[in-house]
């Protein structure tokens, strides 16, 4: 054990150091993974209930010092529940690397690394029919995925394993449609399923005025490794959702950049 300093009789090793800066880093993690969220006002609120437990202690103040103790007891048990959502994207992001690595390495392996040609033709379909989408105002929402966790979210649509074209999503999202409701899923560049029911976001952080179709593709870019791409059916304005946040009244050229560099982060194009 290696002894870098002492303070007082406390003795302050290299390890000493380690251990405090990675329980820093880790706690700095769960903050901006809960940050926004309604967990993080009770993960606070329990914190402060904890703090005021370990006083009244102290205090000797044993009849107050129960019934608190009692419900930090309960709220350890609660954020098992509440922080469901959370702790699911938290190993997401944590096995997210490691997963995208080991998927380039298999294709690589096998030959079928994605074509660039084929992927640009993919996005300029999306891009002449949201473009389309715009002038009408038709409320759109396409979810492009590589992540297998956002088939389950399938379930609730009509599987279409279809191939990407302009056409084929300008009738989807037709207002006459009866596929127009909910979302598009793009997955291994196919539509594999349109009518989507997606969970909404409850961050109170979010404007107002965003309506249920942004609030979905924020949700669903809190918990899966997706991008949502949003046409506003009030003002045809574009917006993309990732990683739990949203941007919006992007220009079609800023939504052809953000698909490309989408496609490099996905398939790992050199």
């Known amino acids: 054990m290696i002894l870098l300093f002492e303070i007082g009789f406390l003795e302050v090793t290299i390890w000493d150091i380690l251990d405090v800066l990675i329980v820093g880093f880790l706690i700095y993690q769960i903050y901006k993974l809960l940050r926004g969220s309604l967990a993080f006002n009770i993960v606070v609120g329990l914190g402060l209930l904890f703090l005021v437990a370990n006083i009244v202690t102290y205090l000797g103040m044993d009849m107050l010092s129960t019934i608190l103790n009692s419900f930090v007891s309960l709220g350890l048990l609660a954020l098992l529940i509440v922080f469901q959502p ?36 993919t996005i300029q379909s999306v891009l002449r029919s949201v473009q389309g989408f715009s002038k009408t105002k038709t ?26 074209s302009s056409k084929l999503l300008e009738s989807i999202f037709n207002k006459e ?3 127009h409701d909910g979302a598009v899923i793009i997955n291994d560049n196919k539509i594999h399923a349109a009518s989507c029911v997606l969970p909404v976001s409850d961050n109170p952080n979010l404007p107002d005025t965003l309506g249920l179709r942004h ?12 991008l949502a791409l949003i046409v506003s059916e009030e003002t045809g304005t574009f917006s993309i959702a990732r990683g739990g946040k949203i941007t919006s ?12 560099k989408m496609y490099e982060e996905f398939y790992d194009i050199d």
Not at 93 to 114: D, H, K, M, Q, S
Not at 146 to 158: E, I, L, M, T, Y
Not at 249 to 260: A, G, T, W
């Open 86 to 121: 959370e702790v699911r994207r938290f190993l997401i992001v944590l096995g997210r690397g490691t997963i995208a690595g080991r998927e380039n390495i298999v294709r690589r392996f096998l030959g079928r690394e994605w074509n660039i040609e084929y992927n640009n033709a």
């Open 139 to 164: 409320g759109a929402l396409i979810i492009f995925s590589r992540d297998a966790n956002v088939v389950s979210f399938s379930s609730s649509g009509v599987i279409l394993e279809a191939d990407i």
């Open 177 to 179: 449609s009866p596929l």
């Open 215 to 226: 609030r979905a593709a924020v949700g669903v870019t809190e918990t899966t490794d997706v």
């Open 249 to 260: 009244d992007l220009s079609l050229k800023q939504v052809e950049n953000r698909l490309k």
